[in-house]
């Protein structure tokens, strides 16, 4: 007989059958954090993962593994939410804000070479976003990266189970960071991952996230308590389980969208590339006239939100960063979301095309 040092539960009935039937009694960073980060790193074609806190954590993770430090630059996005460039801030790194493109809304691959000449080609890492779940261009941000010996993260946290050219977002940068906060496509209640195919990559971030721990109390950094728990983890693994079906339904609800507008001169519908697989976190119309839009699905009962209202650039806490995006700023006041989510019925879903198609500013 062995007896523990402490009780693995927590001493609550139901919660310790609940947590003995998921984890097998270890709640934090047990085997099944191991086997969720193995079987993520699989779907997404991708040798490990590293499970994480959340998602600002996977970056903050991924950018320090990456040797991204104090002083250093990276090349990012003003149109997302304002984690990405957080992450960069935590490094001690300066993100530097590139403009979008018109279309997408995505990292503009003109936009991101002018920004970097303009710093004389002395940029350490390009991190794009796979906004709304549609991939960023990335053979053409590969393309500078390479050529400015810069990293290529991928800020996936909007994007699980997209593709790009046939391959699974997250496979296509140096490193990959995703979310799963309750609200993503697939979730772990809170939650984040690293992907990469650099085996020395992902031992410094996990040692990162484990308070720099390279053995049992032995401590080669200064790191964080960035881990993930195993109940967190059996869940992702049954939504992983799910993801497929999910983003179909999603994909399918946006289809009916995309119907609803093809004759709406005041609405446009978020773009669908051909040579992508686009898993619509969010379905995001562009309108001159959001107010009005916004009051009219609300009328009819149908919620809707605004990601995002404010460029990062623009916010108060990246005031010294400063500069200009206008296409981004243009963004900001002309997109709105409405429910694509997969919980909706087939009524609500009509109701909301229908909502979409008769509007009259």
């Known amino acids: 007989m062995t007896v523990g040092m402490a009780d693995p539960l927590i001493g609550v009935p139901e919660l310790d059958s ?67 460039a957080n992450a960069i801030r935590l490094c001690g790194a300066v993100p530097v804000f590139a403009d979008v ?5 995505n990292l503009d691959p003109v936009s991101v070479r002018e920004t970097v000449r ?71 209640g809170e939650g984040g991952m690293v992907l990469t195919d650099d085996e020395e990559l992902a031992d410094r971030i996990a040692r990162f996230i484990n308070h720099g721990r390279a053995g049992a109390y032995e401590h080669s950094e200064v790191g964080h308590n960035f881990r993930l728990t195993s109940l967190g983890a059996g869940l992702g693994r049954a939504q992983l389980d799910r993801l497929t079906t999910f983003v179909d339904v999603r994909r399918r609800n946006a289809a009916e969208y995309d119907e609803a507008l093809a004759d709406q001169p005041a609405v446009t ?43 990062i650039h623009q916010q108060p806490a990246y005031a ?4 200009t995006a206008p296409v981004a700023e243009h963004a900001a006041d002309t997109v709105l ?18 909502a979409l198609a008769g509007f009259r500013p």
Do not use: W
Not at 337 to 354: K, M, N, W
């Open 320 to 323: 010294d960063v400063g500069g």
């Open 269 to 311: 519908a978020p773009p669908d590339p051909a040579n992508v697989r686009h898993v619509y976190h969010q379905y995001t119309v562009r309108t001159d006239h959001r107010e009005a839009l916004q009051a009219a699905l609300g009328d009819a009962g149908i919620d809707t939100g605004v990601y995002y209202p404010t460029p």
């Open 118 to 188: 303009a710093h004389d080609g002395d940029v350490d890492a390009i991190l794009p976003v796979h906004l709304y779940g549609l991939p960023a261009p990335m053979d053409e941000l590969r393309a500078i990266a390479d050529e400015y010996d810069a990293a290529l993260v991928e800020d996936a946290a909007q994007a699980h189970g997209a593709t790009h050219e046939g391959r699974p977002v997250g496979s296509i940068g140096d490193a990959a960071c995703f979310s799963f906060y309750p609200t993503k496509n697939m979730t772990t």
């Open 18 to 84: 609940l947590i003995e039937t998921a984890v097998g009694g270890r709640i934090a960073d047990g085997p099944e954090v191991r086997t969720f980060e193995s079987e993520f790193a699989e779907h997404c074609a991708v040798d490990y993962g590293v499970a994480t806190s959340n998602g600002t954590t996977a970056l903050h993770a991924a950018l320090h593994g990456l040797g991204i430090g104090p002083g250093d630059r990276v090349v990012t996005t003003p149109f997302s939410f304002v984690a990405t």
């Open 337 to 354: 979301s409405v429910p694509v989510h997969p919980s909706l019925t087939r009524g609500e879903v009509d109701a909301v095309a229908d």
């Open 101 to 105: 493109d018109a279309a997408t809304l």
